[in-house]
């Protein structure tokens, strides 16, 4: 679990194809790794992976070849930038809101443009995914917890502060760049329960749920 909340970037320092995934080896100077051990998570742009060697101020990650299909790690190359957080702690302090480093889907940087002191950026997402961005809600691009600031059909405008540009991969998008795209989980967990009680009220309602909801007694043949 993560909060999108960027701790450094990184570089791809190296990939390696291996059976139609990849193993990568990402490298930074900014990261303290003296707490992270084999088997840990570490989100990296947005994608929860699992660091499989440590060597210095770099680890080495597997990266499936479904996670390669639906991510931007599709087009990505040796030398390129990515954002970097470890996995949140118990007693961390959560600035952002909940990230699970499972990626959604990509959105597309339409365009940019200065709002004050800020940038503001506008993404188009899929038609599938764009149920799932409201207005001042969360949303994760690239592994970063931002506010979404306004929706209009399969857009949506996010601002960021000079800090985030600076510190964060989203300083050097394009207009036409793909980045990860994680909608927020509640919204996610929303959507099936929702759906799950459409389902139960088209199927009826029946004596053994009303008891079962507690809202009847299971009638008795004893007197």
Request: charged share 25%; hydrophobic share 40%.
């Amino acid at each position: 679990m993560f909060t999108g909340i960027i701790e450094a970037k990184g570089i791809i320092e190296s990939l390696e194809e291996t059976g139609g995934d990849l193993r990568a080896t990402i490298a930074s100077d900014e990261m303290n790794f003296d707490d992270v051990k084999i088997g840990d998570s570490i989100c990296v742009s947005g994608v929860c992976l699992t660091a499989i060697r440590l060597q210095g101020n770099s680890f080495v990650v597997d990266i499936s070849n479904e996670t390669v299909a639906l991510t931007s790690f599709s087009r990505i190359s040796e030398g390129d930038a990515v954002n970097l957080e470890k996995a949140m702690q118990p007693a961390s302090r959560f600035g952002g809101h909940i990230v699970s480093g499972h990626v959604d889907g990509l959105a597309t940087l339409v365009k940019r443009y200065p709002d004050g002191r800020s940038e503001r950026l506008v993404f188009s997402v899929p038609t599938e995914l764009k149920k799932y961005i409201a207005a001042k809600g969360s949303v994760c691009l690239e592994g970063i917890s931002l506010t979404v600031n306004e929706v209009q059909g399969n857009e949506f405008g996010v601002n960021i502060i000079p800090h985030t540009a600076e510190k964060t991969t989203l300083g050097i998008l394009q207009a036409g760049d793909k980045v990860n795209l994680e909608v927020d989980i509640f919204s996610r967990y929303l959507e099936s329960l929702i759906k799950g009680m459409a389902e139960e009220s088209s199927a009826g309602l029946t004596l053994d749920k009303l008891v079962s909801s507690g809202f009847a007694n299971q009638s008795s043949d004893e007197n």
